[in-house]
T-cell receptor, first 112, second 115 residues
Framework: DTGVSQNPRHKITKRGQNVTFRCDPISEHNRLYWYRQTLGQGPEFLTYFQNEAQLEKSRLLSDRFSAERPKGSFSTLEIQRTEQGDSAMYLC??????????FGPGTRLTVT | GESVGLHLPTLSVQEGDNSIINCAYSNSASDYFIWYKQESGKGPQFIIDIRSNMDKRQGQRVTVLLNKTVKHLSLQIAATQPGDSAVYFCAEKPHGSSNTGKLIFGQGTTLQVKP
């Protein structure tokens, strides 16, 4: 499969725990985005990487959130001290030379 | 079947009919627009896109129309099939020197296809 992959697909955690998600973009796509989607809503932008550089972060990304893309390939999104309001689908998208972004299947986070 | 007004949460159509899903976008400076299809439990799937220097673009069974005067975007699906049942999102890419290509999504329309 040469599309965007995300792991894990589902994560259930208790409030206060830390979680980390991984995204593997389409090979050689230099742009990578993280979005968050809550039930019934469209995805909301969280952060953007061009190669290994994190170039933009949304105000939605509180201090408890951190994202990395250390070698310009895969990316990780970590949430520290999770809260119930963090429950959502976390989507990763990658983009090559054109404008279209291709999304992965997402990681569904449930904080109990 | 057609969704009317700025946004209709659900559009129900008969199999074989044409569907029209409408979207109002917010930023007159947006220079790129894209439609995604999202099935339950899956990530958004690219359908078709259009740049702001165009007013119409056709794909296989789908057509996107852009009216910049009223900031309106529509997706037309010909001969709608049960497999087209999903939530459809429009998204815009704001233009600007600080822009990084992030997309701003609308709220989505659920398309239900009746056999």
């Amino acid at each position: 499969d040469t599309g965007v992959s995300q792991n894990p697909r589902h994560k259930i955690t208790k409030r206060g725990q830390n979680v980390t998600f991984r995204c593997d973009p389409i090979s050689e796509h230099n742009r990578l985005y993280w979005y968050r989607q809550t039930l019934g809503q469209g995805p909301e932008f969280l952060t953007y990487f061009q190669n290994e550089a994190q170039l933009e972060k949304s105000r939605l990304l509180s201090d408890r959130f951190s994202a990395e893309r250390p070698k310009g390939s895969f990316s990780t999104l970590e949430i520290q001290r999770t809260e119930q309001g963090d429950s959502a689908m976390y989507l990763c998208a990658s983009q090559g030379g054109a404008y279209e972004q291709y999304f992965g299947p997402g990681t569904r986070l449930t904080v109990t | 079947g057609e969704s009317v007004g700025l946004h209709l949460p659900t559009l129900s159509v008969q199999e074989g009919d044409n569907s029209i899903i409408n979207c109002a976008y917010s930023n007159s400076a947006s220079d790129y627009f894209i439609w995604y299809k999202q099935e339950s439990g899956k990530g958004p799937q690219f359908i078709i896109d259009i740049r702001s220097n165009m007013d119409k673009r056709q794909g296989q069974r789908v057509t996107v129309l852009l009216n910049k005067t009223v900031k309106h975007l529509s997706l037309q699906i010909a001969a709608t099939q049960p497999g087209d049942s999903a939530v459809y999102f429009c998204a815009e890419k704001p233009h600007g020197s600080s822009n990084t290509g992030k997309l701003i999504f609308g709220q989505g329309t659920t398309l239900q296809v009746k056999p």
